[in-house]
């Protein structure tokens, strides 16, 4: 079993910054791409930024320029570094990984940690 743990989330004020982890474990698993979805309330999952495991980058237009992930792949962990944070990035952020095991693949999803910008 494999599973995605994310930790960072929280209130922070309009302008402010955060960096959310989220590390995978679990046994004989090897991790390719990683990636941050958010989902605000009333609103459709949508993808925030994903990496490979060769480390190119995916973000969506809304958040360019002012978010950046990142991975560690000895730790099998992912982050997200946001930056300038505005209320319409209040939402809760799912951490998921393409996980290939020796008998499967799949995508893994974390739990979700919820960020809030406001004043």
């Known amino acids: 079993q494999v599973q995605l743990v994310e930790s960072g989330g929280g209130l922070v004020q309009p302008g402010g910054s955060l960096r959310l982890s989220c590390a995978a474990s679990g046994s004989s698993f090897r991790v390719n791409s990683m990636g941050w979805y958010r989902q605000a309330p009333e609103k459709q999952r949508e993808l925030v930024a994903s990496?490979?495991?060769?480390?190119?980058?995916n973000y969506a237009d809304f958040v360019k320029g002012r978010f950046t992930i990142s991975r560690d792949n000895a730790k099998n962990t992912v982050y997200l570094q946001m930056t300038s944070l505005n209320p319409e990035d209040s939402a809760i952020y799912y951490c998921n990984a393409d996980i290939l095991r020796p008998t499967s693949r799949r995508v893994y999803w974390g739990r979700g940690t919820q960020v809030t910008v406001s004043s």
């Open positions: 990496i490979s495991s060769s480390g190119n980058t």
